[in-house]
């Protein structure tokens, strides 16, 4: 998108994609204060290089990575699992300079207005992007991914009214986790635009069969065995005079036999969830889809080999000074090393669990449960399970 939180604003794409809305707030997003006198972040980055201040790379902008260095969510000494010291000094001058000094306050509150703003931002373009669904956020669950995502979670969620989040393993390389995870896949699309009472149901057999055709062949040059293959039919479909689609399921059967009523009243039901409501106008279509797909390959085997060789009950590395708002200040928190922790594990906030790729913050009022896949699984403490 062009204008944050601005629906349509962005490029317009011919091409079936994943919709998201990205609002630059990150691990390396720069904190400033504006004419007004308000703490900003993003949508600036100091990037990977030279980084935050705390990298030591020559960095000097103030980032929430610095901020969180500040508030104790980050251990100086084992971040990168040990094999990268941050410079705390570093971004104490960085948020010194660039918030704290503007606004005459400590280098401490100005770290935890930076991590209050960016959290706020997240939640803010979580929550817009619901309503722009129909969607109520405070039915979903949150997982968080990234280095910093995890940092972040429980603050997110308590601001969006969310209980309940899903903490993967392995959350700062979650997208590559995810890629390697996913099935080999092909999506074919062609436009055929025509009302449901007016199409040429042999035409559309005989291109549907194409498609199926040519998707099958590069998943079976993918090396997928031809009894693994996986195929999905859909109609992007709209009321007519609309300019946007929603996808309805359709199977061959349906095309074959030309049943208007099955597809109608697929559209119907995709239409009903995605706006909440049915429009008293003849549908139309304005594109046919396949998906061919293989399997979903194991994912993590490496993880589930090494689960016999956690606990369920570990005892903290250590504790650490942890900021948790201007209320409860910094409360000496117990220190977990996430990889010790298997199923079944229990974890009361306040807590941090760190692993080589991320920190996991958990607040006093949350709680966390490892588990059979060794996700955590943290909660409000009166939505606990």
């Given at each position: 998108?062009?204008?944050?939180?601005a629906?349509?604003?962005?490029?317009?794409l011919?091409?079936?994609?994943?919709?998201m809305i990205?609002i630059g707030?990150g691990g390396?997003?720069?904190a400033?204060?504006?004419r007004?006198?308000?703490?900003?972040?993003?949508?600036?980055s100091a990037?990977s290089?030279?980084?935050?201040?705390?990298?030591?790379l020559?960095?000097?902008?103030?980032?929430?990575?610095?901020a969180?260095l500040?508030?104790?969510?980050?251990?100086?000494?084992?971040f990168l699992?040990?094999k990268m010291t941050?410079?705390?000094?570093a971004?104490?001058?960085a948020?010194?300079?660039a918030?704290?000094?503007?606004?005459?306050m400590?280098?401490?509150?100005?770290?935890?207005?930076?991590?209050?703003?960016?959290?706020?931002n997240?939640?803010?373009?979580?929550s817009?992007?619901a309503?722009?669904?129909?969607l109520n956020?405070?039915?979903?669950?949150?997982?968080?991914i990234?280095?910093?995502?995890?940092?972040?979670?429980?603050?997110l969620?308590?601001?969006?009214?969310i209980d309940?989040?899903?903490?993967?393993?392995?959350?700062?390389?979650?997208?590559?986790?995810g890629?390697?995870?996913?099935?080999?896949s092909?999506?074919?699309?062609?436009a055929?635009?025509?009302?449901?009472?007016?199409i040429d149901?042999?035409?559309?057999?005989?291109?549907?069969?194409d498609?199926i055709?040519?998707?099958?062949?590069?998943v079976?040059?993918?090396?997928?065995?031809?009894?693994?293959?996986?195929?999905?039919?859909?109609a992007?479909?709209?009321?007519?005079?609309?300019?946007?689609?929603?996808?309805?399921?359709v199977?061959?059967?349906?095309i074959?036999?030309?049943?208007i009523?099955?597809?109608a009243?697929n559209?119907?039901?995709?239409y009903?969830?995605?706006?909440?409501?049915?429009?008293?106008?003849?549908?139309?279509i304005?594109?046919w889809?396949?998906?061919?797909?293989g399997?979903?390959?194991p994912?993590?085997?490496?993880?589930r080999?090494?689960?016999?060789q956690?606990?369920?009950?570990?005892?903290?590395k250590r504790?650490?000074?942890?900021?948790f708002?201007?209320?409860?200040?910094?409360?000496?928190?117990?220190v977990?090393?996430?990889?010790?922790?298997?199923?079944?594990?229990?974890?009361?906030?306040p807590?941090v669990l760190?692993?080589?790729?991320?920190?996991l913050?958990?607040?006093?009022d949350?709680?966390?449960?490892v588990?059979?896949?060794?996700?955590?699984?943290?909660?409000?403490?009166?939505?606990a399970p």
């Amino acid at each position: 998108r062009v204008f944050r939180f601005a629906e349509g604003s962005g490029l317009p794409l011919q091409i079936p994609a994943i919709d998201m809305i990205e609002i630059g707030a990150g691990g390396g997003s720069t904190a400033r204060v504006d004419r007004l006198g308000l703490i900003q972040v993003g949508p600036d980055s100091a990037s990977s290089d030279p980084g935050p201040a705390c990298y030591g790379l020559g960095g000097t902008d103030a980032t929430v990575t610095d901020a969180d260095l500040i508030l104790g969510y980050l251990d100086p000494g084992n971040f990168l699992g040990g094999k990268m010291t941050l410079d705390k000094e570093a971004a104490k001058r960085a948020l010194q300079n660039a918030v704290a000094g503007p606004l005459g306050m400590s280098v401490e509150q100005a770290a935890w207005g930076i991590h209050e703003t960016v959290t706020a931002n997240m939640a803010q373009a979580a929550s817009v992007h619901a309503i722009e669904k129909g969607l109520n956020v405070t039915n979903f669950t949150v997982v968080p991914i990234g280095g910093a995502g995890p940092v972040h979670a429980c603050s997110l969620a308590r601001k969006m009214g969310i209980d309940r989040m899903i903490c993967p393993v392995g959350a700062g390389v979650a997208s590559a986790i995810g890629m390697l995870g996913s099935p080999i896949s092909f999506e074919l699309a062609q436009a055929n635009m025509s009302r449901l009472d007016d199409i040429d149901w042999p035409h559309i057999e005989a291109m549907v069969q194409d498609m199926i055709t040519r998707g099958q062949n590069l998943v079976l040059h993918a090396g997928v065995a031809e009894t693994d293959i996986a195929i999905t039919i859909s109609a992007m479909m709209r009321y007519v005079g609309q300019g946007y689609e929603v996808d309805a399921p359709v199977d061959l059967a349906t095309i074959r036999t030309g049943n208007i009523d099955a597809i109608a009243g697929n559209f119907s039901d995709a239409y009903l969830k995605r706006f909440g409501r049915i429009e008293k106008m003849p549908p139309e279509i304005t594109t046919w889809r396949v998906v061919v797909s293989g399997p979903r390959p194991p994912l993590l085997d490496s993880i589930r080999v090494n689960r016999q060789q956690r606990a369920s009950a570990v005892s903290p590395k250590r504790t650490r000074p942890v900021y948790f708002g201007a209320e409860a200040g910094f409360v000496d928190t117990p220190v977990f090393d996430r990889e010790n922790l298997g199923p079944g594990a229990l974890i009361d906030g306040p807590a941090v669990l760190e692993e080589v790729e991320s920190t996991l913050i958990i607040p006093p009022d949350f709680s966390g449960e490892v588990d059979d896949g060794l996700n955590v699984i943290v909660s409000r403490e009166d939505q606990a399970p």
